[in-house]
């Protein structure tokens, strides 16, 4: 059995917090990638509505382990049509991994079971200074730049507080490789994710990330619940190297077949009381100024074209 100091070391995943600047000043190279579309119902229109695409990509820089990005793009002027009244947002469960009976402690040093939501309900117990409480001890106050917020999504909320991770609308430590800022959301335009765990040789993890949307300004998409809207997902394979993990086994997820692991996973991680709706149940609804804008838009262009072409 390795040391348990070995397994603290394996989920210090969020080195955007660790290790940002050093990924980023490293050459970088893109080893693999994929896109889907992000096609969605919409009031007023017949058929489902591509409004933007989601691209995962696997980055491998030189002497160092391997990471995850994705970025989530608006097009057809759909950002500003929707950005305004939804954010598009992340969720990451870890699936499966070898040796789960070693797995990584939450904040109150829990161990809980696969799949889980990552990060749980207040945050892995690395994400924690050493002045905090453990091993089940009574929850002292978290300090700043600490721990992980109580929604369960990847980023946390834009509650005025400061956590391990940025929130939504704060920035990396470091520019993001996708799009060469530092900025977790740019309005109307994109929302980014990162992920650079590392494991010991031998072990692999299992992810399953998810672009997710929820009201604006709030953490869930139905008022009065706690819910969010599902529209996309990924799912990519952490394998321990010696000397350098590797992510492998890239694929598109359907969030429809994945509803019963989230559901564990929500419970397993502090959000029992959480729920999702699937893409084909939710309809979003376009804010009548920014369609107005948007049809005068498309009307101006159309007849520059005709004008052009006579």
Known sequence: MRDAALWRKWLRRLSLVL???ALMVLLNASVANAQVP??????GHADPVQIGTLTWTVHRPVGANDFMTAVFRFQGGWGNILDPIYDFRWFQIINDASNPERWFPTWNGNRPNLPVVDPPAGGWDYQYGPDHVRNGGTRNQRNPGE???????????DDGNTYAFPNFSGQYSGNHPDTNSRDVHQ?????????????PAGEHVLFKTFL?????????ITPGQRNFAKLAGFSWRL???????????LGAVDPAREKQKIMQALGNSGFGNWNTIQ??????????????ALSVGLAGLLLRRKRHAA
């Open 19 to 21: 290790a940002p600047c």
């Open 38 to 43: 992000i096609r969605v119902r919409m009031q």
């Open 147 to 157: 721990g992980a917020d109580n929604s369960p999504y990847y980023e946390n909320d």
């Open 187 to 199: 309005e109307g335009q994109w929302s980014t994710f990162e992920d650079a765990p590392n494991i």
């Open 212 to 220: 997710v949307a929820v009201r604006h300004g709030s953490n869930t």
């Open 239 to 249: 394998d321990g190297g010696n000397p350098l993990d590797t992510i492998t086994k």
């Open 279 to 292: 893409l084909n149940d939710f309809t979003f609804v376009p804010e009548p100024a920014s369609m107005l």
